[in-house]
């Protein structure tokens, strides 16, 4: 559920768990650019990347729970941000399901 009350509905609204899509679908060498699910724990994207030689900053106190979907809700940060920068500074794009069913694409 989180620490920040991101996933508290207001008025009436609903809490949408996306914790199985939790997939890491692609990483990308040569482009730096690692595609995933919003479920992915960031922790999780940490030790794959560093598997590979690579480096993800961002390093909420709560890595090994949060989500990286609810990362770029709350624009995460971390002790690494005032060195390498907070969540948005490493999405490059996002496809987005709305309620009423339409796709958005943004990046």
Same mark, same amino acid.
């Given at each position: 559920?989180?620490?920040?009350?991101?996933?508290?509905?207001?008025?009436?609204?609903? #809490?949408? $768990?996306? /914790?199985?899509?939790?997939?890491?679908?692609?990483?990308?060498?040569?482009?730096g650019?690692?595609?995933?699910?919003?479920?992915?724990?960031?922790?999780?994207?940490?030790?794959?990347?560093?598997?590979?030689?690579?480096?993800?900053?961002?390093?909420?106190? $709560?890595? *090994?729970?949060?989500?990286?979907?609810?990362?770029i #809700?709350?624009?995460?940060?971390?002790?690494?941000?005032? *060195?390498?920068?907070v969540?948005?500074?490493?999405?490059?794009?996002?496809? /987005?399901?709305?309620?009423?069913?339409?796709?958005?694409? /943004?990046?």
């Amino acid at each position: 559920m989180g620490y920040v009350g991101g996933c508290v509905p207001l008025q009436g609204g609903i #809490a949408l $768990s996306v /914790a199985r899509m939790n997939k890491i679908k692609e990483i990308t060498l040569a482009d730096g650019v690692a595609v995933i699910e919003p479920g992915v724990i960031t922790g999780h994207l940490q030790n794959e990347v560093r598997k590979l030689g690579w480096f993800y900053p961002p390093d909420p106190a $709560s890595l *090994k729970e949060c989500s990286l979907g609810g990362n770029i #809700a709350t624009n995460a940060g971390g002790p690494r941000c005032l *060195k390498y920068g907070v969540t948005r500074h490493y999405v490059l794009g996002l496809e /987005a399901v709305l309620a009423d069913g339409s796709i958005v694409k /943004a990046g």
